[in-house]
């Protein structure tokens, strides 16, 4: 008689699979993140440059490089910690919500989100970014998350969702109308989005063109160390008019 394999051992099983598909291509570094009596592990690649300099190597007409499809996934960004505090300190947010993770990076507010009863789908356009993510989950979670490989400039959720999660997405101009495209087409009428953002310059266009599409918002400040580095995140409590 055949047993069934258990679930715990598929996790276990994918996770391996996983770590070894980087290992052999990257140098890994593990983190450890504390929420009140909650730790958090994070699996990320030590040398950003190297996949930098990967992307170049493909030539300058290569899809890739044109396309500009910098990895930014790859590593831990001071906004993804910002966005994972404020909604530890505001559970209420979470619990029991469709909960869309946009732009995911290593998973560090999806896997809190979950912990903290957050029912969420992962999204990234590029798959090694969910792979990544998913290792993460695997780690903590023991299992595997809702996937959405999506491109922001075509966003095709499918799915309205109580929580958009973003971190650090405001940086580049051209992204901005389809970002609140995004917003508008995959957000419950009720729903909320909570985002985190360094304080570019940029970033104040961007406010100012959400306003214009019927969106308000509340902004919080958030200060930490990170790397040796004090940080000042802004994050801010968006909902519609």
């Given at each position: 008689m055949m047993k069934l394999k258990s679930k715990t051992w598929d996790a276990a099983a994918r996770f391996d699979s996983l770590y070894q598909y980087f290992s052999r291509k990257y140098k890994l570094n593990k983190v450890m993140f504390t929420f009140d009596d909650l730790e958090i592990s994070l699996i990320h690649i030590s040398d950003v440059d190297q996949l930098l300099d990967e992307l170049i190597a493909q030539g300058p007409e290569a899809e890739a490089v044109k396309d500009e499809q910098l990895p930014y996934w790859a590593d831990i960004w001071p906004s993804s910690i910002a966005l994972s505090n404020f909604i530890n300190d505001n559970p209420h947010f979470i619990h029991g919500k469709q909960i869309l993770d946009l732009g995911c990076g290593v998973g560090l507010s999806g896997i809190l989100a979950t912990y903290l009863g957050g029912m969420v789908t992962i999204n990234d356009y590029q798959k090694d970014?969910?792979?990544?993510?998913?290792?993460?989950?695997?780690?903590?979670?023991?299992?595997?998350?809702?996937?959405?490989?999506?491109?922001?400039?075509?966003?095709?959720?499918?799915?309205?969702?109580?929580?958009?999660?973003?971190?650090?997405?405001?940086?580049?101009?051209?992204?901005f109308?389809?970002?609140?495209?995004?917003?508008?087409?995959?957000?419950?009428?009720?729903?909320?989005i909570i985002l985190s953002e360094p304080n570019r310059t940029i970033a104040k266009e961007f406010f100012s063109l959400l306003k214009k599409h019927k969106f308000i918002f509340e902004k919080f400040d958030s200060q930490f160390n990170f790397r040796d580095k004090n940080q000042n995140i802004s994050v801010y409590l968006i909902s519609r008019v």
């Open positions: 970014a969910l792979r990544l993510s998913e290792m993460n989950w695997l780690l903590n979670l023991k299992k595997n998350p809702e996937t959405l490989l999506m491109d922001w400039r075509q966003p095709e959720t499918g799915n309205k969702y109580d929580l958009i999660l973003a971190s650090d997405v405001v940086y580049e101009k051209r992204f109308q389809a970002l609140i495209q995004v917003f508008d087409q995959s957000l419950n009428d009720n729903g909320k």
